[in-house]
């Protein structure tokens, strides 16, 4: 079964509002969650990675004060896009870290108009 | 981003046939994963593999973590059509983050 949630599975939104993803642990508490980014028929790039009570860290091209990431507590992660534009229409992707490995959400399509 | 090379991009193949797909780096891993994607969802993943040389089956599917620790194949045997969807491989450091292959698109028909 899934042990990792998403919400919204999909939200469209007007250029200049800001768009909160939701990712969830549901059965781990996960101390670590990744946040990546897949543009249509590309792979999955990582964004960010979260750490629960410390500040998130962004890998190298991601602006941090565009993509908010609140990891408050073990279950529980989010992604704030700020002042979206169309060109962060993509699809989002949580995963957790279990040990050695990472199991991913099922994605939230972002679409910016 | 870093990304691993993967290899074929694509394949379209008839029901049954067998599948083999690989993954290269310049860069060594300790694990190395492979992960299956079907439209409009996250990645699910197929097999891990933690040690060099190392051949792991999961049904239908083997993968082998290369000696090297620079490569992993993936083989998928007997395809049938619900095979179809883009296999990722992923190779990581420790617990540090995935770096993702480019992806092999497998198209099965009937």
């Known amino acids: 079964g899934a042990v990792v949630s998403q919400h919204p599975s999909w939200v469209i939104c007007k250029s200049g509002t800001s768009v909160k993803i939701e990712c969830r642990s549901l059965?781990?508490?996960?101390?670590?969650m990744f946040w990546y980014r897949q543009f249509p028929k590309q792979s999955l790039m990582l964004m960010a990675t979260?750490?629960?009570?410390?500040?998130?860290?962004?890998e190298q091209g991601v602006e941090k004060d565009k993509f908010l990431i609140n990891h408050a507590s073990l279950t529980l992660s989010t992604l704030t896009v700020t002042s979206a534009h169309p060109e962060d229409s993509s699809f989002y992707i949580c995963?957790?870290?279990?040990?050695?490995?990472?199991?991913f959400g099922p994605g939230t399509r972002l679409t910016v108009l | 981003g870093q990304q691993l090379n993967q290899s074929p991009q694509s394949m379209f193949i008839q029901e049954g046939e067998d599948v083999s797909m690989n993954c290269t780096s310049s860069?060594?891993?300790?694990?190395w994963l492979w992960y299956k994607q079907d439209p409009g969802e996250g990645p699910v993943l197929l097999i891990a593999?933690?040690?060099?040389?190392e051949l792991t089956s999961n049904g239908r599917l083997t993968a082998q973590f290369g000696i090297t620790r620079k490569d992993s194949f993936l083989n998928i045997s007997a395809s049938i059509p619900s095979d179809v969807g883009i296999y990722f491989c992923?190779?990581?450091?420790?617990?540090?983050?995935?770096?993702f292959g480019t992806g092999t698109r497998l198209q099965v028909f009937p």
């Open positions: 995963s957790q870290g279990r040990g050695d490995t990472q199991y």
């Open positions: 059965d781990f508490q996960a101390t670590t």
């Open positions: 979260s750490n629960e009570g410390s500040k998130a860290t962004y």
């Open positions: 860069s060594i891993f300790n694990t």
């Open positions: 593999l933690y040690k060099a040389g």
């Open positions: 992923a190779g990581q450091l420790g617990t540090d983050k995935l770096i």
